[in-house]
C-alpha cells in the first residue's frame, strides 16, 4: 500500500500534543504544577506515590508498581506500533493483550494531558526490572552482568519514551530530578537523575520542550534593596545558568511562570514571523563601531 500524502492544510489541522520533561531539584515544586492543569483532562501518572502535595487536587490518577505496567499503559494509550514483531512490547499483538486487561481505550479519549511524576522512579522500576532478564546474566556463567543490564534499561527506557511521544493528540508530561555535581574541571554542571546515562542524554531529542523548575535569584547592582528570589521554568538553551532547556516552539521566553496552562496557551500561539533564511525573525542589538 502506498504512502498516503498529507497536505499542509490537514496537518495544520491534526491536534498536537505537547511533549516536554521538566527536571528540578527534589522540593522545588515539580509535582505542585499538577495544580495549573486542567483537573477533568489530565491524568496524573503517579509513580512516587508523592500525591501529598497536591492532595486536593480532584483530577484522575493511576499508580503503576511495575515496569510492566508502565509498558502496558504507555501502549493502552498511545496505541500500538504496526511496524514491531508480535513479540515486541508496543506491537499490535500486544496491544490486543492489553486491551483485554484495561478494557476499551475510548474511555482515556477525555485525557488530553498526561502528566509522568517521575521518570526518575520509572528509570528504577525499569532497572529493577532489566536485571532480573536473561541479557544482565553472564551466558558463560550466568552471573549478573551489570553492563548487559545497563544497556537493556537503556533500550528499554528509550523505547518507552518515544511510544508516548507518538501518543499525538496529547500533551505528555515527564517530570525529573536534577542533580547537581561538578565536573572534572570543578565546574558546576546539572545532570538527570536517572539510571544509566543513555536515557539522559537522548531524553532532550524526544521531548519538544525541556525545562528546569529553578529558584532564580536576580542581580541586584551595589547598593540597591534586596530583591526576593523566586520560582521559573528556565525554558531557553542558551540561559545564564546552565540548566538543562530547549525550546522546539520557538515561542518561549528565557523564562516562563510555573503555570503549564498558560505556558501551553503560549505554545500554541501563532508562530513568530519567519524571515528569507527560514528563520524566526529576532531583533538583534545594533553592532558596536570598531575602534
Request: hydrophobic share 40%.
Amino acid at each position: 500500500m502506498a504512502l498516503r500524502i498529507i497536505t499542509a492544510d490537514e496537518r495544520q489541522a491534526e491536534a498536537r500534543g505537547i511533549k516536554a520533561v521538566i527536571f528540578g531539584k527534589s522540593g522545588i515544586g515539580k509535582t505542585y504544577l499538577l495544580l495549573t492543569l486542567d483537573e477533568g483532562s489530565t491524568l496524573f501518572i503517579d509513580l512516587e506515590a508523592g500525591d501529598l502535595a497536591v492532595q486536593h487536587w480532584r483530577g484522575a490518577s493511576i499508580r503503576p508498581r511495575t515496569w510492566e505496567e508502565c509498558r502496558d499503559l504507555a501502549l493502552f494509550l498511545a496505541g500500538p506500533n504496526p511496524a514491531l514483531r508480535d513479540d515486541q512490547p508496543y506491537s499490535a499483538a500486544q496491544y490486543a493483550r492489553v486491551l483485554q486487561v484495561y478494557g476499551d481505550p475510548a474511555r482515556m479519549d477525555g485525557f488530553a494531558t498526561i502528566f509522568v511524576d517521575s521518570i526518575t522512579v520509572a528509570g528504577r522500576l525499569c532497572f529493577q526490572w532489566c536485571r532480573g532478564q536473561p541479557e544482565a546474566h553472564s551466558e558463560k556463567t550466568g552471573k549478573p552482568d551489570i553492563r548487559g543490564a545497563y544497556g537493556l534499561h537503556g533500550r528499554e527506557m528509550i523505547a518507552w519514551l518515544t511510544h508516548l511521544q507518538h501518543a499525538r493528540g496529547r500533551n505528555v508530561i515527564f517530570v525529573g530530578i536534577l542533580d547537581e555535581k561538578l565536573d572534572d574541571f570543578n565546574r558546576r554542571v546539572f545532570v538527570p537523575q536517572i539510571d544509566g546515562s543513555k536515557t539522559g542524554l537522548e531524553l532532550p531529542g524526544i521531548v519538544d520542550q525541556v525545562m528546569t523548575l529553578a529558584e532564580i535569584k536576580p542581580d541586584v547592582a551595589p547598593g540597591q534593596p534586596a530583591v526576593a528570589s523566586f520560582r521559573g521554568l528556565v525554558c531557553q538553551t542558551l540561559n545564564p545558568w546552565g540548566y538543562p532547556a530547549k525550546d522546539r516552539s520557538g515561542r518561549l521566553d528565557m523564562l516562563e511562570p510555573p503555570h503549564l496552562g498558560q505556558l501551553f496557551q503560549k505554545i500554541r500561539s501563532p508562530s513568530p514571523p519567519i524571515d528569507a533564511h527560514g528563520a524566526p525573525s529576532i531583533a538583534l542589538p545594533a553592532p558596536t563601531p570598531n575602534t
